[in-house]
Nanobody, 123 residues
Framework: QVQLVESGGGLVQAGGSLRLSCAIS????????IGWFRQAPGKEREFVAA????????LYADSVKGRFTISRDNTKNTVYLQMNNLTPEDTAVYYC????????????????WGQGTQVTVSS
């Protein structure tokens, strides 16, 4: 059984920063790839970033490259999404998701999802 719990969302002004956390409970979490996705009202869920626990490879959407950074803490079984220079276009519910082995950008390929955390960026 894999469980994901996000935290760290909130309200921030444009140009500000937030760090999201995704705490992972899984029997062999090192075998998983973790993805961050977001969904704004009236829009489809979109890929933000991904991380492969084994090897530490990362992948980012073009819209967040240079602003967002994904990282991990092995001691806490937690993956982080550091978000800098936020804009109102980043406003969405952010989800972390897990799947075995490789990173992909297609949300339908992830098997486990957290409950989401709201990020609101004011102008």
């Amino acid at each position: 059984q894999v469980q994901l719990v996000e935290s760290g969302g909130g309200l921030v002004q444009a140009g500000g920063s937030l760090r999201l956390s995704c705490a992972i409970s899984a029997p062999t979490f090192s075998r998983y790839a973790i993805g961050w996705f977001r969904q704004a009202p009236g829009k489809e869920r979109e890929f933000v970033a991904a991380f492969r626990w084994s090897g530490g490879s990362t992948l980012y959407a073009d819209s967040v490259k240079g602003r967002f950074t994904i990282s991990r803490d092995n001691t806490k079984n937690t993956v982080y999404l550091q978000m800098n220079n936020l804009t109102p276009e980043d406003t969405a519910v952010y989800y972390c998701a897990a799947r075995r082995t490789s990173m992909i950008v297609d949300a339908s390929g992830y098997d486990y999802w957290g409950q989401g955390t709201q990020v609101t960026v004011s102008s």
